[in-house]
C-alpha cells in the first residue's frame, strides 16, 4: 500500500510539476498580456472586450510552426491555376453567380467593378465562403505579436482585431480566420477590414463572415478605391515572338497594345491584339526554381490593382483567369 501511495505522489508530482523554464515563460506570457491589456484599454477597447478576448489564450503552437516552415513556393504556374481554378470551382462560381446575381449587379454598379471579378476573389479566397479558417483572429494575432518575429505588424493587426470586436460588427464566437489572421469570405486582415469594409444594409455592423451584402460590397469597394476601371479587363494569355527581349517584361515597361503588336506580341490562338488604346504590360507567370519557360500575359490596371490584394503573379492571374470563365 505504501509502495502504491508513493507511485500516485510521484504521478501527482510529475503532473504538476512546472521547471523553472515555465514558469518564467508564464510569467513573460502573463506580463506581456497585462501590458497589451493596459495599451488596448488606452486605445478605447473596453475592459470587458479584452478580457472576453483573450479567455484562455496560450500561443498556438500550430500558427508557429506554419509561420516558420512557410514552403518557398514549389508548384508549377500550370500546376497551380489547375489547382486554384479547375472546372468545380469554375461551376460552383458560375452557379454562385446566378444564385446573387441581382444583389452582385446592384454592388457591381454602384462600386463600378465587373461581378464576375467580384465572384473571382470570392472562388480564390475562401472556394465561394466554404473555407474561412477555423483559428480564433485574435489568438491567432496574438500568437503571432508575442512570437516577436513580426511583433510590430501582428501587434497593430490585433490591436485592430479588438476594435473590430469592442465595435460589435462580430462576436468573439464568429471571428474566425486564418492561421494568419485572415477573415471573412474575402479574407480581409483587420487593417483592411478598416479601410474597406462595408455596412452595405445598413443593420450598422460591417459583417464581412455571414452578410453577403456587407461582403461583396466590402470587396468592391477595396477594389474601387485601390483604382480599378469597370471598363477594362484584366489582361489576356498572349504568344511572345521568337527572340523577344526580354528586357521588356515585367511592370516597369507600359506600352500600348498597337505597340506591342508591332512588336510581334499576338493572341494566344495567333490573332491579331486587341485594338483599343490601352497601356498594358508583358509578364512572364513562372516559378523561377521550377521551369524554365513560362506562359505570357499582356496586363491592363486591373491586374496591377490585383497586386495591391496579393502581390503574386500566380494570384493574379488565376483571379483574372475565374472570372473569364465565370463570366463566359
Known sequence: MRHLIKFLFLVAVGLFYVTPVQAAEQQDLASWIKTLRVEAIGKGIRAETFDRAFRGFKPIPRIIELDRRQ???????????????????????????????????????????????????????????????????????????????????????????????????????????????????????????????????????????????????????YLSKSGWRKDQTWGRAVKLPAGFDSALVGLKVRKTISDWQSLGVRRIDGKNLPTRNLKASIVIARNKKTEKVGRAFMVYNNYRVTLKWNRSIFFAVAVGTLAERIGG
Open 71 to 221: 514552403p518557398e513556393f514549389t508548384l508549377t504556374f500550370p500546376k497551380y491555376l489547375s489547382r486554384v481554378v479547375p472546372k468545380s470551382r469554375v461551376q460552383r462560381g458560375k452557379a454562385k453567380y446566378k444564385e446573387n446575381k441581382t444583389l452582385l449587379d446592384k454592388i457591381g454598379k454602384k462600386y463600378g467593378v465587373q461581378p464576375r471579378f467580384i465572384m473571382a476573389f470570392w472562388g480564390v479566397e475562401t472556394g465561394f465562403g466554404r473555407h474561412f479558417g477555423g483559428f480564433s483572429v485574435v489568438h491567432s494575432l496574438a500568437t503571432l505579436a508575442y512570437d516577436g518575429r513580426r511583433a510590430k505588424f501582428f501587434r497593430g493587426q490585433l490591436h485592430r482585431a479588438l476594435r473590430i470586436l469592442n465595435q460589435g460588427h462580430i462576436s468573439h464566437e464568429q471571428m474566425k480566420g486564418s492561421w494568419a489572421g485572415a477573415m471573412g469570405n474575402f479574407q480581409f486582415m483587420p487593417s483592411s477590414f478598416e479601410n474597406f469594409a462595408v455596412d452595405y444594409d445598413g443593420d450598422g455592423k460591417r459583417d464581412i463572415w455571414t452578410n453577403k451584402g456587407d461582403a461583396f460590397a466590402s470587396a468592391a469597394n
